[in-house]
């Protein structure tokens, strides 16, 4: 039998192509199973406070994922903060008008006495929402992000602090990700996260991933409900929007995944806070028995994959 020699520089490329196909292989084709983790941090919320925790278990899961330390370090946050500022000032515009938020000031004894603020001026604080997308919305032409969006989106243009964020979420294996189809950037200021209820547009497809920086929140999915139909601003503060609504701790520098129901059927929000004796700003998860504080700061980095 005559063996086939062949050069080096052959040798060399069809190697290379047994490595690709062989990432290839072990490239997962679906999400990972729902852990442990995922049920320490998703919960029902809770009527009562004095009711037990209703931690959400794997065969009730709607699609949530929760990967924890998806930035490796504290220095990593704070140099990937600090380019997303960066970001902010070049590309980011007002998304939305001030607006009032309803704060319970609360403490052991009462959580009763209700306290409205205004987001410009509790603590003084400038908390005037600031986005960066490179989805066409009011902002002006040259407030748009380059890398686009959709069908048009550009992973050339994607700055690289934000490459490398991509590259973490999918070497983990944890996710099945088609191509980026979006990144848009939050930021908000003074300890005022709030985020009402809402589905990302359709076109950005399957899968949602946040990533939390600067601060720790908690994000709640509620039943496909339009504004008319919620609570009202007094009971959400404290009751959320509804009886049946999921509660997921969200701590800086994790990402949450969601697809599925918790894409489709779900809208995702984060309630307005309340405020301790001390003037620290506080989500609470479950129930009011789960107290979780804020810091003045938060950057969300939502990043949107097609089905793969």
């Not at 007002?94 to 309803?102: H, Y």
């Not at 509620?222 to 504004?227: F, M, Y």
């Not at 059927?265 to 001390?278: E, Y």
């Amino acid at each position: 039998m005559m063996m086939i020699k062949y050069p080096m520089m052959f040798k060399n490329i069809l190697e290379k192509l047994r490595i690709s196909l062989r990432s290839d292989t072990l490239k997962s084709s679906s999400h990972r199973k729902f852990n442990q983790i995922d049920s320490q941090y998703i919960c029902r919320v809770q009527s009562s406070a004095k009711r037990l925790m209703q931690l959400i278990q794997s065969d009730s899961n709607p699609g949530i994922r929760v990967e924890l330390r998806v930035i490796s370090s504290s220095d990593h946050e704070m140099r990937l903060a600090s380019e997303l500022r960066t970001i902010r000032d070049q590309f980011g515009y007002i998304s939305s008008t001030p607006q009032q938020v309803l704060l319970s000031q609360y403490n052991a004894q009462s959580n009763n006495n209700q306290i409205l603020h205004t987001r410009s001026d509790f603590n003084g604080a400038h908390v005037t929402p600031i986005r960066v997308t490179g989805r066409e919305e009011n902002q002006e032409r040259n407030k748009l992000a380059p890398w686009k969006h959709g069908d048009n989106f550009d992973s050339s243009a994607v700055p690289s602090a934000l490459r490398k964020v991509e590259r973490e979420l999918r070497k983990r294996n944890a996710f099945a990700l088609g191509d980026l189809r979006d990144i848009t950037i939050n930021y908000r200021g003074g300890g005022f996260f709030k985020l009402d209820p809402h589905l990302d547009p359709a076109e950005d497809g399957e899968n949602v991933i946040i990533v939390g920086l600067c601060s720790d929140t908690v994000l709640t999915f509620t039943e496909g409900i339009d504004a008319s139909n919620w609570k009202s601003p007094e009971s959400i503060v404290t009751e959320s929007w509804t009886p049946n609504d999921i509660d997921v701790k969200f701590p800086r520098r994790a990402a949450v995944h969601f697809c599925s129901d918790a894409r489709w059927k779900l809208k995702h929000a984060i309630r307005s806070g309340i405020v301790l004796p001390n003037n620290t700003i506080c989500d609470w998860w479950g129930s009011m028995n789960h107290i979780i504080p804020r810091n003045p700061e938060r950057i969300s980095v939502v990043f949107a994959f097609a089905k793969l």
